[in-house]
């Protein structure tokens, strides 16, 4: 089909959650083509060359704790398409003076390192790794909707009520478990403790012991490569370097799909939007940022505890304390002097990441909206922190400010990489309180996006659930097999 053709669907966006919604609806037999205004497809899901020949970066995410999980995902076959490795050692959680937080594959490993608080760290998470699939059912939708399993929604909201507010060091007598719960609830880049950060982290906690957080050989872009085959498979047109400035100026279709932010929506729809729903997108919050450095180096990092080196990913901060107060320095608009940072050396796992004997790093720190800080001097304070001789290894390095974040990527406004504040009155009312958010006022217009339920991740969910919406509604179609 010629570029300008009509087709029943257009989708304006190419990251995980846009490709989601075409594959979608490609595989339900409707023509559908992708508009995707960088050069390339992925958004943040994307692998390149940033610092030297032969070393593969993520661009954005690059450990995948819903790669597994995610009920799209599952139902495309995803691990059947590419190779994804999960490791023994889900994450890591260095503490100062050589100590560090395992938290293993296997939960009952986990325990044993715990000491004194294996047990509570036990009764925390063991009834939500037992029922992995009914919460990821709850979480991975609107909250809107009534769950099919009330009981497992009841235990998960209790225990977020827990570690969401400051009874959460009630169950614990050391510091190692809370740090580890800590290091992963920060993922959401909020103020901790709060229920929005507890439901982050309960959840990806409860994937690291159930289905793991694998990573993707050959780089996050395989999931990208596999999405966009598939599309290409059943029809479906990606047309990159095509930005989108107002929906009028779309080719005819039955339906639109966005992947986009409220924001943008409201700038591409303009005064067409009914005056209430403007409002509440306009109304949309978006939250703090990340701001990312990429090394390249001439061997592995030396972590102070060996046992760290298994570790697909790992949380750099300190105590649950420590955290805590870097986080609420963020809030404020500042920049921690010991900031949080995220971890991961995919290139133990995938060889083909870089060159023999080397390896890549993979690193993000929180800092304020906005910010202009180059973060390679704070990222590598800490990692010498915790693995001493660190600097030594560097060959070299590329970083990114929130503000260069957020220039490459229109859906992370100031570097929010989230897509609109994970707060809990964001995770329901996301961008509106509807049970069926991805369906616009406008007619057969859909937000696809991360601003959507379930929120952030590389999981599909968002496009998919739109997808969802307009078969049901524009079509009277219901969900097509998505298997290979």
């Given at each position: 089909?010629?570029?300008?053709?009509?087709?029943?669907?257009?989708?304006?966006?190419?990251?995980?959650?846009?490709?989601?919604?075409?594959?979608?609806?490609?595989?339900?037999?409707?023509?559908?083509?992708?508009?995707?205004?960088?050069s390339?497809?992925?958004g943040?899901?994307?692998?390149?060359e940033?610092?030297?020949?032969?070393?593969?970066?993520?661009?954005?995410?690059?450990?995948?704790?819903?790669?597994?999980?995610?009920?799209?995902?599952?139902?495309?076959?995803?691990?059947?398409?590419i190779?994804?490795?999960v490791?023994?050692?889900?994450?890591?959680?260095?503490l100062?003076?050589?100590?560090?937080?395992?938290?293993?594959?296997?939960?009952d490993?986990t325990?044993?390192?715990?000491?004194?608080?294996?047990?509570?760290?036990?009764?925390?998470?063991?009834p939500?790794?037992?029922?992995e699939?009914?919460?990821t059912?709850?979480?991975?939708?609107?909250?809107?909707?009534?769950?099919?399993?009330?009981l497992?929604a009841?235990?998960?909201?209790?225990?977020?009520?827990?570690q969401?507010?400051?009874?959460?060091?009630v169950?614990f007598?050391?510091d190692?478990?809370?740090?580890?719960?800590?290091?992963?609830?920060?993922?959401?880049i909020?103020?901790?403790?709060?229920?929005?950060?507890?439901?982050?982290?309960?959840?990806?906690?409860?994937?690291?012991?159930?289905?793991g957080?694998?990573?993707?050989?050959?780089?996050?872009?395989?999931?990208v490569?596999?999405l966009?085959?598939?599309?290409?498979?059943?029809?479906?047109?990606l047309?990159?370097?095509?930005?989108?400035?107002?929906?009028?100026?779309?080719?005819?279709?039955?339906?639109?799909?966005?992947d986009?932010?409220?924001?943008?929506?409201?700038?591409?729809?303009?005064?067409?939007?009914?005056?209430?729903?403007?409002?509440?997108?306009r109304?949309?919050?978006?939250?703090?940022?990340a701001?990312?450095?990429?090394f390249?180096?001439?061997g592995p990092v030396?972590?102070?505890?060996p046992?760290v080196?298994?570790?697909?990913?790992v949380?750099?901060?300190?105590?649950?304390?420590?955290?805590?107060?870097?986080?609420?320095?963020?809030?404020?608009?500042?920049?921690?002097?010991?900031?949080?940072?995220?971890?991961?050396?995919?290139?133990?796992?995938?060889?083909?990441?870089?060159p023999?004997?080397?390896?890549?790093?993979?690193?993000?720190?929180h800092?304020?909206?906005?910010?202009t800080?180059?973060?390679?001097e704070?990222?590598t304070?800490?990692?010498e922190?915790?693995?001493?001789g660190?600097?030594?290894?560097?060959?070299?390095s590329?970083?990114?400010?929130?503000?260069?974040?957020a220039?490459?990527?229109?859906?992370?406004?100031?570097?929010?990489?989230?897509?609109?504040?994970?707060?809990l009155?964001?995770?329901?009312?996301?961008?509106v309180?509807s049970?069926?958010?991805?369906?616009?006022?406008?007619?057969?217009?859909?937000?696809?996006?991360?601003?959507?339920?379930?929120?952030?991740?590389?999981?599909?969910?968002a496009?998919?659930?739109?997808?969802?919406?307009?078969?049901?509604?524009?079509?009277g179609?219901?969900?097509?097999?998505?298997?290979p």
């Open positions: 089909m010629a570029r300008g053709d009509a087709v029943d669907a257009i989708v304006v966006g190419s990251g995980p959650n846009g490709l989601a919604a075409a594959v979608t609806l490609a595989r339900a037999g409707l023509s559908v083509r992708v508009h995707e205004a960088a390339e497809p992925g943040g899901a994307r692998t390149a940033l610092t030297l020949p032969g070393f593969r970066h993520d661009v954005c995410s690059a450990v995948h704790p819903m790669a597994l999980a995610s009920p799209f995902f599952r139902a495309f076959g995803l691990e059947r398409r190779e994804l490795r490791p023994e050692l889900s994450f890591a959680h260095p100062d003076g050589g100590r560090a937080g395992l938290a293993w594959h296997d939960l490993r325990v044993e390192g715990l000491g004194r608080d294996g047990r509570a760290y036990r009764r925390l998470l063991a939500l790794v037992a029922h699939e009914a919460v059912e709850f979480t991975g939708s609107t909250l809107l909707r009534v769950p099919r399993h009330p497992v009841a235990r998960f909201g209790l225990r977020a009520l827990e969401g507010t400051p009874a959460w060091n169950r007598d050391d190692v478990a809370p740090a580890m719960l800590t290091g992963v609830a920060a993922h959401a909020r103020p901790l403790p709060s229920l929005g950060t507890a439901g982050t982290g309960l959840v990806l906690t409860m994937h690291a012991h159930a289905r957080w694998p990573i993707p050989v050959g780089g996050s872009g395989a999931i490569a596999a966009v085959d598939d599309l290409r498979a059943h029809g479906g047109e047309v990159t370097d095509a930005p989108v400035d107002d929906l009028a100026a779309l080719p005819p279709a039955r339906v639109v799909l966005l986009v932010t409220p924001r943008a929506l409201a700038r591409l729809a303009g005064d067409r939007l009914p005056r209430r729903y403007g409002r509440a997108l109304a949309f919050r978006y939250g703090n940022a701001a990312k450095v990429d390249a180096l001439a030396p972590w102070a505890d046992a080196a298994g570790a697909g990913t949380h750099l901060g300190g105590t649950r304390e420590e955290i805590a107060a870097g986080e609420r320095e963020v809030a404020r608009g500042r920049h921690p002097s010991s900031p949080y940072v995220l971890v991961s050396q995919p290139s133990t796992l995938d060889e083909s990441r870089a023999d004997g080397r390896h890549v790093l993979w690193t993000y720190t800092v304020p909206a906005g910010s800080l180059d973060p390679t704070a990222v304070r800490q990692l922190r915790f693995a001493p660190f600097r030594d290894l560097v060959l070299a590329s970083s990114r400010s929130a503000e260069r974040v220039a490459e990527n229109a859906n992370y406004i100031g570097g929010d990489i989230a897509s609109g504040a994970p707060s009155a964001q995770l329901v009312r996301r961008p309180l049970p069926d958010p991805w369906r616009t006022p406008l007619g057969g217009v859909y937000l696809a996006s991360a601003s959507t339920p379930p929120g952030p991740g590389v999981h599909g969910l496009g998919w659930h739109a997808a969802a919406s307009a078969l049901r509604h524009e079509f179609l219901g969900m097509p097999r998505l298997a």
